[in-house]
């Protein structure tokens, strides 16, 4: 069975489904506002990276259920 991987937000700290986690700092996220990334692109950016499911891959996600 595959599982959609999530994220969890909790401020600047986003973890995954996994356990693992980044945390992004003041300066970091001055520094990406100053390239122009949006708070939705950098979001997106650290989920590609938490998952590694690229967020440029628009298939169509099949879900299953089973039934006992």
């Keep these: 069975m595959n599982a959609i991987p ?4 909790d401020g600047w ?5 996994t356990g693992q986690y980044v945390r992004i700092t003041d300066s970091e996220l001055e ?3 100053e390239n122009g990334l949006s708070h939705d ?3 997106s950016i650290v989920y590609s990276y938490l998952t590694s499911t690229s967020v440029m891959d ?4 099949i879900n299953q259920s089973y039934e006992f």
């Design 6 to 9: 999530f994220i969890f937000l």
């Design 13 to 17: 700290r986003i973890f995954s489904d």
């Design 31 to 33: 520094n990406y506002e």
């Design 41 to 43: 692109e950098i979001k």
């Design 58 to 61: 628009f298939s169509p996600v």
